[in-house]
């Protein structure tokens, strides 16, 4: 006996809505997969916003009036009854009235007959139309298109739903009618919702707009295709540091962004103040801006620098009374919690308040930073790179589908690069020997002239991971004046234990040291560094109670995404950009 042959079974993807906003993610709809098939015939409730609308109308076909017949004007009698001349007019009337109807003659020129006439029959109502909706809600790199009949959902003829309208509706899947990329969309049984656009105002009414016109629309480009693709990678990469941090048990500390210490004395920083007399203005119009950010200048020269000894600004009335600032780097206060905790981060946004022009920098960065105790500076590089490979294949693994697309919109190489530099090792050289590499070179010629003892140029940096290793590079040792007081000085006394980690098309992305815990030698730094021992008393402590070697590193986030997403603009993935002269929301 032949055993009946069993039809395979379909598997239903759950379509659990959101907890509270009981609406279903288009991405739990669109991303499926084979298993899109269980979907048909569901009731769900869909939002977001409308990436393309077509209007599609049917005309009414109207018949043409044609001339009656002869037998129609002229029917045969039923019998040999005799008729009336009345009767014989009466029975007439209707082709009377056909003829009239031909001609265009108004009833009202016969009122003696117009009682007689039927009353002429109205033309049917024209059959309703129907809208096919692109809608996306931002959570996947498609879209779902949504159908609406009038004659089922009644949409007044006025409101044309075009390109940014707000659509929250409940309907059906269905398999789709359309013969395009799609196979699911969603017969719309009710409206719930709709958010009027004026199309005439509207940034995204133009189609693909280039990004750096977009930068002037911050609020609405997330609209985007493009830009939403990288808000997601952007999170995802967020989920990733703190996982790989947990992972390796890791603590989460939160540092200050107000400061009154200069962690670098490297860079321009802002200066925050309550008082009135850096142009706040008077009246109610000073009052209502209570706090203000003014960037202050300070010059790089070090023994031009006065930060703890020289003249400060009137600031007793001010609301902390000393000199505060935006802070450039937390790396100085995660000390104090490593050196109770052992091994901790932070994760926050950095300020600088330096005018350049340079395409990877802005003056708000977020930056992920590092401290461990019981450290030296190998420890840190071995971190640091750890930590950069999780990174890169998280977002692969998690991002296919965003991943994809900037693959195929913004760089065709992005996704090999990445998993190169997750299988490869890195190569580790020390500052000396970046400067013998480089002034070996003889087919290129560099714009700043390489001698030892200053700092390496991008273009420098560029030449050794692009176009000599053609991988990252962990530069280390540096000499100690173009890294901050607190890196612990080498055995040679010239330089300091710092690193730098160098990635192919962008750069420094990673800096980290061992940071001095001796109490001498950071007593003499400060001292070279013509800072203030009152103002850095807390800091030193720590070498004064239980000091223990410790070690850490930075990790440029937005730069992180812009290499993941293969933009070159920081601003294009950076949510609100803020660069010199230009705030706006």
Known sequence: MMESQQEPKVTIPPLIPLEYSNRVMLKTILECGDDEIG?????????????????????????????PTAAEAFPPSPGPKE??????????????KKIIRVFGVSSDSYPGVREKFEPVPKLPPPPPSKFFLQINDG????????VIDSAIVPVSASRVLPTGTCILAQGVLEKSSSHGKQTIELKVEKILHIGTVEPDTYPLSRKRLPLDSLRDYPHIRPRTTTVASIARIRDTLD????????????????????????????SEKFQVTTSKKWGLGSGA??????????AEQHIEARDKSKLGTGVKPEVKEDFFGHQSYLSVSGRLHLESYACALGNVYSFGPRFRAEKTGSIKQVAEMWVVEVEMAFSQLKDSMKCAEDCFKFLCKWVLDHCPQDMKFVTKRIDKTIVHRLEY????????????????ILRKVTDKTFETKLRWGVPLTAEHLSYLADDHYKRPVIIYDYPKAVKPFYVRLNDDGKTVAAFDMVVPKMGTVITGSQSEERLDMLSARMKEFDLSRDQYEWYQDLRKHGTVKHSGFSLGFDLMV???????DVRDVVPFPRTHGKANN
């Not at 959570?139 to 949504?146: H, P």
């Not at 603590?251 to 009154?260: K, N, Y």
């Not at 530099?421 to 013998?436: G, P, Q």
């Not at 812009?562 to 070159?568: D, I, K, Q």
Request: proline residues 4%; hydrophobic residues 45%.
């Open 39 to 67: 979907l048909f015939g569901k009731t769900v409730v869909v939002g977001g916003w409308v990436k393309s609308s077509k209007e599609v109308k049917r005309e009414p076909v109207v018949a043409a009036l044609k001339p």
């Open 83 to 96: 008729l009336s001349c009345v009767e014989v007019v009466q029975s007439r009337i209707p082709f009377f």
């Open 421 to 436: 530099m997750i299988s490869i090792s890195y190569e580790r050289i020390s500052y000396r020997e970046a400067v013998d």
């Open 562 to 568: 812009l290499l993941m997403t293969g933009l070159t």
């Open 285 to 294: 119009d000073a009052d209502v801006r209570h706090e203000t950010v003014k």
């Open 139 to 146: 959570s996947s790199i498609s879209s779902l298109m949504v």
């Open 239 to 266: 989920f990733a540091a703190h996982t790989f941090f947990h992972n390796h048990g890791f603590l989460h500390v939160q540092v200050p962004i107000i400061t009154t210490i200069d962690s670098e004395g490297f």
